[in-house]
């Protein structure tokens, strides 16, 4: 079996969807099964990326949810490849996208896996499932602590539920995973890291709150 | 002052609005736009404006100043179309990067005391009831996000369906 890993961050490195990738690929590897890696971080997808695609059996994406959706680099590649699957003879690809969000809950991510859902309609493959990751702003832990521990230790239990359906080429609802960890903890956490971050690039901490123009204080 | 963030072309937004637009800034595809890297550089190197100097660059302000954004878009997926989606991923700017917790989720603080009303029309002609049920939950997501005082969908199958309604 043909499986795509993709990538749908446009950050071209370190980036928490191609940590999931990198974990993930390890539940699916195994010598029957081959194993294509892209990073989709351009809005517009080479000829022999688009050619590896539509020769593949599974297509698993993950990718950062922005302003509620599919980030728009993303959209244009999808679009290309819509073209791509609908014009070639029928084929059934299955389609299993993993979506990450800053925010804490899981259930962010809903809106991003349907458009992903009416996507696969649209270029006539098959959906398989949907995984929605909330809480991804503590994604990188994962490079330190094993799965299976710490605040994503269902991870390991949701892979092995996901792999089990993509090695199937079977389909399932979508899984729901925010981390165990208090919501007021990680929202503290994250004031901390963005205080941090702007002292680092030489701004104070109240630059946080600058206004460009004349817009009203809150 | 009105915010019009559009994909169609000059002819189809000149047969939507003959008069000159007065107090609006029209946000169209007329030039090249980078797509957002996911660098937060909105936030933590220049905040409330965009690192990437395109004409895109200051969403964040012209967001600020408005009380109305109106989005006319083709309906992508149940979602925005790539051009009107690049522009509002660029937009965010004008949030600020701290969690605020709103009927028990999680969303950005804002950056301003504004809230404009939110206007959204999707155009196509085949465009499925289940898109229709995600477009619909992604512009109150969107409303909620953006800090917007209200919100309204429309759908159309063409543009010459919104003549004479879009204003």
């Known amino acids: ?218 | 002052m009105r915010v019009i963030i559009s994909d169609l072309g000059n002819d189809d937004l000149e047969r939507l609005f003959p008069q000159p637009l007065t107090d609006t800034i029209l946000v169209k595809n007329d030039g090249p736009i980078h797509h957002c890297l996911g660098c937060f550089g909105c936030w933590v190197k220049t905040p409330g404006a965009c690192v990437i100097r395109d004409p895109y660059g200051d969403m964040g302000e012209c967001l600020s100043q408005c009380t109305e954004v109106l989005i006319i878009s083709k309906c992508y997926y149940g979602g925005l179309s790539p051009f009107v989606k690049n522009v509002v991923d660029r937009s965010i700017p004008y949030i600020h990067p701290y969690f605020v917790i709103k009927n028990g989720r999680m969303h950005h603080r804002s950056r301003y005391k504004n809230h404009f009303d939110l206007k959204v029309w999707f155009y196509g002609d085949d465009i499925t009831a289940k898109e229709k049920q995600t477009a619909e939950k992604l512009v109150k997501a969107n409303a909620i996000n953006m800090h917007a005082s209200k919100y309204s969908v429309t759908f159309v199958r063409d543009i010459a369906e919104m003549e004479g309604e879009v204003r």
């Open chain 1, 1 to 218: 079996m043909k499986i795509a890993l993709i990538n749908g961050s446009p950050k071209r490195e370190d980036s928490a969807s191609g940590l999931i990738l990198k974990i993930f690929k390890d539940f699916v590897a195994g010598d029957e099964n081959e194993i294509y890696e892209l990073h989709f971080c351009q809005p517009q997808l080479k000829k022999e990326e688009v050619a590896q695609l539509t020769d593949c059996d599974v297509l698993i994406f993950a990718f950062p949810l922005y302003v509620d959706g599919i980030p728009s680099h993303l959209l244009h590649c999808l679009r290309q490849l819509e073209w791509a699957f609908t014009a070639q003879a029928a084929k059934e690809i299955m389609v299993y996208p993993m979506v990450n969000c800053g925010f804490y809950e899981d259930v962010h991510n809903e809106l991003a896996i349907e458009m992903m859902e009416n996507w696969t309609v649209r270029a006539g493959l098959k959906w398989g499932q949907g995984l929605a990751i909330g809480g991804g702003g503590m994604l990188s832990i994962l490079k330190r602590i094993p799965l299976g521990h710490g605040p994503f230790k269902k991870l390991e239990a949701v892979f092995k539920k996901l792999a089990h359906h993509v090695l199937n080429r079977s389909s399932g609802e979508t899984i729901y995973i925010t981390p165990a960890f208090p919501r007021f903890l990680y929202k503290l956490l994250a004031e901390v890291g963005w205080r941090r971050s702007i002292k680092a690039n030489g701004l104070t901490r109240k630059d946080l709150f600058l206004r460009v123009g004349r817009g009203p204080r809150p």
